[in-house]
């Protein structure tokens, strides 16, 4: 486990023990990379979490956490006792929340599918790389209503994103968002933009047992954010202990923090 001072400190480092705080978010890089984003958001929220790096072995957190967070954070991080704790501490009463990235779901080295995490999680996974890039826009939609969702204007200001994971929602799960890739052409002066027919589960929410899951299959940082970093019509800066400072849209920041705090159980079903 790495502990940093101050967002403006030279990096100190500590190990603890074991972790202390109600949320631990694992990936995303680094603190001082890519995972500023979303320390930044938990910080100006007032979120108390602890971290890991993508590339340190995982380490259990305390009784006291009522969610773990894995985005861009590989499988082979765990020793095979931890994941089926994490599966036993979920059904338990703890929350879930996996965002996507190269190192999530099945990714291009997440390889969760099969796994006793893969089981708790809301979405079945592909056999195979399930990464896909989005060279032009792929728009956000509203499939339902959820707290994760409430007030944020989805079906007014559809913001795009440039890449997800594709899975598929299991039947206990709900689709609260999808992903619809749109293709544009150009002829003379004139744009064409044709829609696909078929919309990607993007946020998928349920339950397994007694604890609260969600996958989001887009990424919190870029590049596969895309537009949805900036979405909002004001702006927050935020910086977390031992991170970069981020600038990001109101709608954004807001978004992610209700997905935490509802699979954190800090908000009604």
Same mark, same amino acid.
């Given at each position: 486990m790495v502990f940093f001072s101050a967002c403006s400190a030279p990096l100190r480092w500590f190990i603890l023990g074991h972790m202390t705080k109600p949320i631990l978010y694992a990936g995303d890089t680094a603190l001082q990379a890519a995972a500023s984003y979303l320390a930044g958001?938990?910080?100006?929220?007032?979120?108390?979490?602890?971290?890991?790096?993508?590339?340190?072995?995982?380490?259990?957190?305390?009784?006291?956490?009522?969610?773990?967070?894995?985005?861009?954070?590989p499988c082979r991080n765990f020793v095979s006792a931890q994941v089926e704790s994490i599966a036993e501490r979920v059904r338990d009463g703890m929350g879930l929340l996996m965002i996507g990235g190269w190192e999530s779901f099945t990714g291009e080295g997440g390889d969760f599918r099969g796994t006793a995490i893969g089981d708790v999680l809301p979405v079945s996974m592909l056999a195979n790389d399930d990464r896909v890039n989005c060279a032009q826009p792929c728009l956000v939609e509203r499939n339902s209503t959820h707290p994760i969702v409430q007030d944020l204007p989805?079906?007014?200001?559809?913001?795009? *994103?440039?890449?997800?994971? #594709? $899975?598929?929602?299991?039947?206990? /799960?709900? =689709? *609260?968002?999808?992903?619809? #890739? $749109?293709?544009?052409?150009?002829? /003379?002066? =004139?744009?064409?933009?044709?829609?696909?027919?078929k919309a990607d589960p993007l946020l998928v929410a349920g339950v397994s047992g007694?604890?609260?899951?969600?996958?989001?299959?887009?990424?919190?940082?870029?590049?596969?954010?895309?537009?949805?970093?900036?979405?909002?019509?004001?702006?927050?800066?935020?910086?977390?202990?031992?991170?970069h400072p981020v600038e990001v849209g109101n709608w954004y920041a807001q978004f992610f923090n209700q997905m935490i705090r509802w699979t954190a159980a800090l908000q009604p079903a």
């Open positions: 958001i938990m910080s100006h929220y007032r979120i108390s979490f602890d971290y890991l790096a993508s590339d340190q072995k995982f380490v259990m957190p305390g009784k006291e956490c009522r969610l773990l967070i894995l985005s861009d954070y989805f079906d007014e200001v559809s913001p795009s *994103i440039g890449g997800f994971n #594709r $899975v598929v929602a299991k039947p206990e /799960g709900r =689709t *609260i968002l999808s992903a619809r #890739r $749109v293709a544009v052409r150009r002829k /003379g002066k =004139t744009l064409a933009f044709a829609p696909n027919r007694k604890g609260r899951v969600a996958a989001f299959a887009s990424d919190v940082a870029p590049h596969w954010v895309g537009g949805l970093v900036d979405w909002g019509i004001t702006r927050i800066t935020a910086c977390a202990d031992g991170a």
